[in-house]
């Protein structure tokens, strides 16, 4: 007899969407009927982050398994590792006709992405179609509307520019009417092709991956759907108050009073005019995933599909005042908290919202458990989002990771640390009581505490957890009640300056203090040496002490330490803008 068909797959994927800009999360205005009813019977996935704010340090991720600290991929060129996973390619391996349409902008993968059929709508993407005549550039051209059009973003110019849009007193690029009718848009192409593929006849499972350009920019709607909200009507999010402002760090404050599309520069009919236009692009992406659920439905496939949607990142969308993504200089929950719905087939599938925080890493070892591939050899950092599916946490429990090369961000049980390497500036939220994170409490004496705590999650989160039997040998190294060891590590010999590593544990040492952190045991010990009993030959004697404000202090330098220790494949860059990225790079060890 014939071993059962494995469920197919079909990846929903949109790019730089608010995570509460959906009918399904409440929102008052913008419409998404198409994925409310998806959510409706998905696990949705209430609190899910994305590692990188970025778009391909993000999509590398998922299609990894893997945080940005491990594949290394900060930036947008160079090659992963042989070794590295990629989603696509093993369930090829595995028997899976793989097919991909949209936005791949994951070129560092090259010929390892793993698609049978790659049809591409991004110029830089254009190189890897696996035919040369389907692809959005080649129909584009054939239908006259020219190619790259109004509607398809990059750092090159468009042969048919939108209609221009004015506000602040500047014609703002990339806003607008596009030229482009709605059965021509870059949204109906990738549709039509999923369709297409969908309503195939099928002798394989398959993995169909939907990767939306927008509502990323350029923000021109075609015609068709430019008035689908009225800007009068939308609502806008409270700004910062100047208290607000004083607390946050100096970058963030300037670009809230002078970015080109934020709340000062344009007023607030003009941000209302821009959103408009990004809630018109939202509405068409979920009617063309309408039309890919309904040809699944229409073609009996279904009961057989599992559905997964989500981002890769966010968009400001207005709240704190500004618009767009900020190209990894903002780690707010707007950019890196993503939307994250699950459908698995079958008469008991789950559904309903799940609180816990999770990852988009995790979408790869989910996906190969559920169609029964394994992951046991492979290196991801993912978890199955499965064990958490029935779950009934307090909203934020758990811990989440997102990380560019300058900035290092933690966000545990309701509270957020975004660490600034080499630099004095930072932020923590309270998410519980703030969950705009308009109340930076970095400099609170009151909130200390928890700075250390989130430091030593990141210190935790740089350090690979060592054997038991090496765990064994290192507590023995650190007990002073072994007569054997004598605490060998208490009591160094030379090892009076810098940073130790311990291959699992580490120690840091300034100005006579030593730091001590052995995440595996959850210690932080913080010693001082003892002046009433100074060195006696070669051998420093310290004794432990209780100064948070000095714990705080090493802990963060060993974090930009650790941080440094990484050597990037490739880091952001590229003018102005790639300057300004770098700018939180500087300092010992980084590039």
Not at 17 to 36: A, I, M, S
Not at 262 to 291: C, F, H, N, P, W
Not at 307 to 329: E, I, Q, W
Not at 565 to 572: D, E, G, N
Request: glycine share 8%; charged share 25%; hydrophobic share 35%.
């Amino acid at each position: 007899m014939s071993s059962p068909k494995r469920a197919n797959i079909l990846f929903l994927m949109a790019d730089q969407w608010h995570n509460l800009d959906f009918g399904y999360r409440g929102h008052r205005v913008v419409k998404t009927p198409n994925l409310d009813k998806l959510a409706a019977q998905s696990i949705d996935f209430t609190h899910s982050y994305a590692q990188n704010a970025f778009c391909l340090p993000s999509r590398a991720c998922m299609l990894t398994g893997q945080y940005v600290r491990t594949h290394r991929q900060y930036g947008f060129t160079g090659l992963f590792g042989e070794d590295t996973p990629c989603l696509p390619e093993l369930l090829q391996q595995n028997g899976y006709h793989t097919f991909h349409v949209g936005k791949f902008h994951c070129n560092p993968l090259a010929g390892r992405m793993g698609f049978d059929e790659f049809v591409p709508t991004l110029p830089e993407d254009m190189w890897q179609a696996t035919d040369p005549d389907i692809n959005y550039l080649k129909w584009s051209r054939e239908q006259g509307i020219g190619y790259p059009n109004d509607q398809v973003h990059g750092d090159y110019r468009t042969i048919a520019p939108p209609e221009p849009l004015a506000l602040g007193g500047k014609t703002l690029d990339m806003y607008g009417t596009s030229c482009i009718p709605l059965d021509k848009s870059i949204e109906r192409y990738t549709s039509d092709q999923a369709v297409s593929f969908v309503e195939r006849d099928h002798d394989k499972p398959f993995y169909v991956s939907v990767s939306f350009d927008r509502p990323h920019g350029p923000w021109t709607p075609s015609p068709e759907d430019v008035d689908l909200y009225d800007p009068a009507a939308i609502p806008l999010p409270e700004p910062p108050g100047e208290a607000e402002l004083a607390k946050l760090p100096a970058h963030l404050a300037h670009y809230i009073s002078t970015y080109s599309v934020g709340l000062q520069k344009i007023g607030e009919q003009g941000m209302r005019k821009v959103l408009s236009l990004y809630y018109a692009l939202i509405t068409r992406v979920d009617a063309e995933i309408g039309r890919i659920l309904d040809a699944l439905e229409r073609t009996g496939q279904a009961d057989n599909t599992i559905v997964v949607f989500c981002t890769d990142h966010g968009d400001m969308a207005g709240h704190l005042g500004l618009f767009d993504k900020y190209s990894n200089r903002l780690y707010h929950d707007d950019i890196i908290r993503t939307p994250l719905l699950l459908k698995v087939p079958g008469e008991a599938q789950p559904s309903g919202q799940i609180h816990h925080n999770v990852e988009l890493i995790d979408i790869f070892p989910t996906l190969c458990e559920l169609t029964g591939i394994s992951t046991g050899t492979l290196p991801l950092d993912g978890k199955s989002l499965l064990a958490r599916s029935h779950a009934a946490e307090t909203p934020g429990s758990g811990t989440a990771f997102s990380e560019s090369y300058g900035l290092k961000t933690v966000i545990k049980d309701g509270w957020k640390l975004i660490h600034y390497v080499n630099h004095n500036e930072g932020e923590l939220y309270d998410l519980g009581t703030d969950a705009r994170e308009y109340h930076n409490l970095y400099t609170d004496p009151a909130c200390r505490a928890k700075r250390i705590e989130l430091l030593q999650e990141l210190v935790c989160f740089f350090t690979t957890t060592p054997s038991e039997k090496r765990q064994a040998n290192i507590r023995t190294l650190f007990d002073d009640s072994d007569m054997v060891a004598r605490g060998a590590m208490g009591k160094l010999f030379k090892w009076d300056k810098g940073i130790v590593e311990g291959d699992g544990f580490w120690q840091s040492f300034q100005d006579g203090y030593k730091l001590t952190v052995i995440p595996f045991d959850n210690v932080c010990r913080l010693d001082r040496l003892d002046a009433d009993n100074p060195a006696d030959g070669l051998v420093w004697n310290y004794a432990p002490v209780q100064d948070e404000g000095r714990l705080e202090a090493m802990l963060g330098r060993l974090v930009d330490y650790l941080s440094g220790k990484i050597r990037p494949i490739s880091l952001m860059t590229g003018g102005r803008e790639g300057q300004e990225n770098m700018m939180f790079c500087r300092g010992f060890g980084l590039c």
